[in-house]
């Protein structure tokens, strides 16, 4: 049996996307924030909406290294990857008897970043090959 891990969102990225540095490995890989809004009207017939802030991390070096190069603050994204968890722990105070609790955050794991504005020219889609780098430059064509 087989289970599906997938998700795509499209929001507008809210700061210039970092380059960090695995602990483990010291591969560099890149971090950014996406945003997203649902709207709804509520039981007065009003319209709420709530924006959702979406940490991506995008692992494969010429897509990390294209997000860092040409997204910027503000650009309209499509992502999609996978969703990934992390648990970490953290202190509840000072002293000898202070207790950890376990943190579990959520991010998602790019496999494809793609520019959705309007207006800016964009480099041409190349040729979709059978090696990984060739689908890994495919992926950050645009439509």
């Known amino acids: 049996m087989s289970y599906l891990n997938s998700v795509t969102i499209?929001?507008?990225?809210?700061?210039?996307?970092?380059?960090?540095?695995?602990?483990?490995?010291?591969s560099k890989f890149t971090v950014l924030s996406v945003a997203t809004e649902r709207s709804w009207k509520n039981a007065e017939d009003e319209w709420v909406s709530k924006v959702e802030w979406h940490r991506i991390c995008v692992f494969r070096p010429r897509l990390a290294e294209y997000v860092l190069t040409s997204v910027k603050k503000g650009t309209h994204v499509l992502v999609e990857g996978s969703l990934i968890s992390s648990t970490y722990e953290q202190p509840n105070g000072k002293g000898k008897k202070s207790k950890t609790s376990k943190i579990r955050s959520w991010s998602v794991r790019a496999?494809?970043?793609?520019?959705?504005?309007?207006?800016?020219?964009?480099?041409?889609?190349?040729?979709?090959?059978?090696?990984s780098q060739a689908s890994e430059t495919a992926s950050t064509a645009p439509f």
């Open 10 to 26: 499209v929001g507008f990225v809210g700061a210039d996307p970092e380059q960090r540095q695995a602990k483990g490995n010291g």
């Open 111 to 131: 496999d494809v970043v793609r520019r959705l504005d309007r207006g800016e020219p964009e480099p041409e889609a190349t040729a979709i090959g059978s090696d």
